[in-house]
């Protein structure tokens, strides 16, 4: 127990972040961090809350409701694996992992989860499959006074033989909004997305940066930027 050094209650443990890089949506990923409870009585460990996708074990035992007891002087093995299977968990995710430690908590310090989340599209391009195309991804809207609202229209097209979903939406900052009156294109359609970039409270040269995440095998990342100066 030595390497356990981050306190959550009673307990330690041998790391405050677990990293999963990059992970598929729908398949397993795991990670582990040793735990050590350095008291002379055992100690209760449960979650607090639950996230979305994620499993925790300890020493090979599921941590179900009424969690497990780790005994004194014991350092095991709390193993953690994420299972993401929500269009929302696409793309960068980070959250915290909390935990009730005898009934204490759920105490803010943690474990915190971080990942890329990645669609695998592996054996689904075909025939079938949707297919995004764009005129521009791109905006200079070269320069605009303090506080107005820039409005950019981007237009996208399914030039494929199967509904087009945008399935997932990121903003780079809250000064940026997206509205798109339907995220299904079907084959033939085109669709509308309405960016607007607030610039109250903002000066000197800004790049925004709103990502759109498809169904599209080919395209199931997509950037689109609005770039320009902001003047007094």
């Known amino acids: 127990g030595e390497e356990c050094v981050y306190p959550v ?3 330690r443990f ?10 598929v949506l729908g398949e397993d990923a795991e990670r582990s961090v040793r735990v050590y409870n350095p ?18 074990y300890y020493n090979g035992e599921e941590m179900a409701f009424g969690g497990v007891e780790i005994p004194a002087k014991e350092c095991g093995v709390l193993r953690v694996v994420f299972h993401p299977d929500l269009d929302t968990l696409l793309g960068n995710y980070f959250d915290r992992l909390r935990f009730f430690v005898d009934g204490q908590g759920g105490f803010g ?13 592996e054996g689904k391009v075909g025939n079938a499959s949707p ?24 237009l996208l097209k ?10 997932k939406i990121e903003t780079s900052c ?10 299904l294109v079907l084959p033939g359609q085109e669709r509308r997305v309405r960016i607007k970039f607030d610039t109250q409270n903002l000066l000197g040269f800004q790049r925004k940066r709103i990502v759109l995440y498809t ?8 950037t689109l930027t609005l770039r320009g100066d902001v003047r007094k």
């Open 9 to 11: 209650g009673e307990l």
């Open 14 to 23: 041998a790391a405050d972040q677990l990293v999963f890089d990059t992970v």
């Open 39 to 56: 008291t002379d009585s055992p100690v209760l460990l449960e979650q607090s809350g639950r996230l979305a996708g994620f499993r925790l």
């Open 109 to 121: 310090e943690g474990v915190y989860v971080k990942a890329y989340v990645r669609d695998g599209f």
């Open 131 to 154: 297919v995004l195309r764009m005129e521009k991804r791109d905006f200079d809207f070269g320069w605009v006074s303090a506080g107005d609202t820039v409005t950019v229209d981007f």
């Open 158 to 167: 399914n030039a494929g033989s199967n509904g087009l979903l945008i399935r």
């Open 174 to 183: 809250g000064c940026t909004v997206v509205e798109m009156d339907d995220r």
């Open 215 to 222: 169904n599209d095998p080919k395209a199931g990342v997509v």
